[in-house]
Structure formats: C-alpha cells, structure tokens
C-alpha cells in the first residue's frame, strides 16, 4: 500500500504546484538560480565523463574490430551513434540524478525538517510551487543543454583518443562521422533527456519535501530518491527505445 500511496501523493504535489502562483518575479529568480545551479554546477562532471566515455569507446571499438573487411572508419560511426543514443543522454542523466538529485532531496529535506516549510507555508506561500517547480523546470531546461554538451564532447574524446593512440586517424575519424549519420538520432536523445530530466528533479524533489523526522530521515530520502530515480531512468530508455526505434 505504500507504494500505491506514495504515487498518489506524488500525483498530488505535481498538481499542486500549478495552484495559487502569487509572485510571478519571486518564482522567475528562484527558477534563474536553479538553472545556474544545476546547468552550470554540473558542467564539470559532465566533461569530464563525457570526454572520457567517448575516449573508451574509441579504444574499445577499434580492439574488437579486428577484421581488415571493415574500414577503419567504421569505429567512428559506432562510437558517434553509441554517445549520440545512449551514453550521451542515458549514462549522463543516471550520474546527474545522483548529484542533482541528491542535492534537491537533502535541500528540501533539510527545510522540512527546520520547519522552513511550514514558516512559508504560514506566510502565504504555495512551497509546492515556490519550491518543486522551479527545480524541475530548471531541469527541463538545462539537462537537455548538458546532454547536447555531453554529445560533443564525447565525440572530440573519441577523436582524440584515437588520434592518440594511432589507432585511427583524424581525417579517417572525420570521415567516419559524417558517414551514414542519421538527424533523427539527435531528436531522440534530446526526448530522453526531457523525460529523464523530470524523473531525476521530480522524485528528489517528492521525497524531500515529505520527509519526516530528523537527520537520518533525510539521509535515507536522499538515498531512496536517488535509487528511484536512477531505476525509473533505466526503465524510461527501455520503454523510449522500443516506442521511437
């Protein structure tokens, strides 16, 4: 029954946050500053794996295709369609639901349990709207962004680990990527990335914002939220998949 109950309450919350917008301007700054947080706060764990991701791919592809029948360039296109599909948007959402996600349950979290909460519930204030709305907005808007990012660099990292490593050349690599490249596969990743970025803000943001009890509560929020989230991603690329491939 807890479950069935937790959805229900979920549903509730995303239908309260579109009730009673008092201060349009109070919401816009906290919505620019959850954009800085989460875009500009993830920027750099994002480069890091994406470059790397795209550097392993390269090395990996190239080490099973071990036959003289298919050109060499064919590692590019593998390694273009492979962070372009998955890595770019999958891998990278699971990582930022782990970092955002985390730090919207504990932030809210630790609001409820100061009781910060209800002080603005008592002011008048619509804290669904004020505090869960702009996150998840924020996130729909910058998470996709990351993800173009993450593309592009996994790309360059996949270029430049095997130029490298002399296992393939640049101007084979660049011939490679523009070799059979297919426009739609961009505007899937980009509908994952919409999708993932509402589950890895929205469920931290659920959890957080009903936490009860003390330090340790909200700990295992953040625990739990993260762990769902992380799940529900996994899930959303499997069913995303098999509906637009």
């Known amino acids: 029954m807890t479950f069935f109950s937790d959805i229900g309450r979920f549903l509730l919350t995303l239908k309260g946050m579109f009730k009673k917008l008092e201060n349009r301007q109070m919401y816009g700054k906290e919505l620019i500053r959850q954009c800085t947080e989460i875009g500009f706060g993830s920027l750099g764990i994002v480069s890091i794996i994406s470059v790397f ?49 985390s730090r919207i349950a504990s932030e809210l979290g630790n609001m409820r349990v100061s009781e910060q909460i209800d002080a603005l519930e008592i002011m008048g204030i619509n804290t669904k709207t004020y505090l869960i709305l702009p996150k998840i907005i924020a996130a729909m808007l910058m998470i996709p962004l990351l993800v173009i990012i993450a593309m592009a660099l996994g790309i360059w990292g996949g270029r430049l680990a095997g130029a490298a490593s002399g296992t393939i050349p640049p101007n084979l690599f660049d011939k490679g990527l523009m070799s059979n490249f297919i426009p739609y596969n961009v505007f899937f990743a980009l509908i994952k990335s919409y999708v993932y970025a509402f589950i890895l803000s929205s469920i931290p943001a659920f959890f957080g914002y009903h936490v009860r009890g003390g330090a340790l509560e909200i700990g295992k929020a953040s625990t739990k939220a993260v762990v769902i989230s992380c799940v529900l991603i996994l899930f959303a690329d499997y069913v995303l998949s098999a509906l637009l491939l």
């Open 53 to 101: 991701i795209g550097a392993v791919s390269t090395i990996q592809t190239t080490y099973q295709l071990v036959s003289p029948l298919v050109p060499i360039s064919t590692v590019a296109e593998i390694v273009r369609d492979t962070v372009i599909l998955e890595f770019a948007p999958t891998l990278v959402c699971v990582v930022l639901a782990g970092v955002i996600g």
